[in-house]
């Protein structure tokens, strides 16, 4: 079993930035990535952000490439999602998921189907 927590959500103005953080627990040891998605009022659920657990490969959707990064701290358990540049069209409610295993997409949540967190809304007013 994997525990997903999410934090660090809010109601920010466009252009600034948030930092959304995961903590993992549990089982991790064979994990192979970590993954952001989110899903707007109305619209499926999308893939930000990815990194791999035991390298530093990390994916980016193009609606977010430059001015989001993820980056995780090992020692921690944690990954992190820092957001700039926000706009209104980032609004959502932002989730982490755990993928175990080369199958997961990096473009869509295929794959990505075990462990959720909860989700932290992130709203952004123009």
């Known amino acids: 079993q994997v525990q997903l927590v999410e934090s660090g959500g809010g109601l920010v103005q466009a252009g600034a930035s948030l930092r959304l953080s995961c903590a993992v627990s549990g089982r991790t040891f064979n994990m192979y990535a970590l993954g952001w998605f989110r899903q707007a009022p109305g619209k499926e659920r999308e893939f930000v952000a990815a990194?791999?657990?035991?390298?530093?490969?990390?994916y980016y959707a193009d609606s977010v490439k430059g001015r989001f990064t993820i980056s995780r701290d090992n020692a921690k358990n944690t990954v992190y999602l820092q957001m700039n540049s926000l706009k209104p069209e980032d609004t959502a409610v932002y989730y982490c998921?755990?993928?175990?295993?080369?199958?997961?997409?990096?473009?869509?949540?295929?794959?990505?189907?075990?462990?959720w967190g909860q989700g932290t809304q992130v709203t952004v007013s123009s």
């Open positions: 990194i791999r657990w035991s390298v530093s490969d990390t």
């Open positions: 998921a755990a993928g175990f295993g080369p199958q997961i997409s990096f473009y869509t949540d295929y794959g990505w189907d075990d462990y």
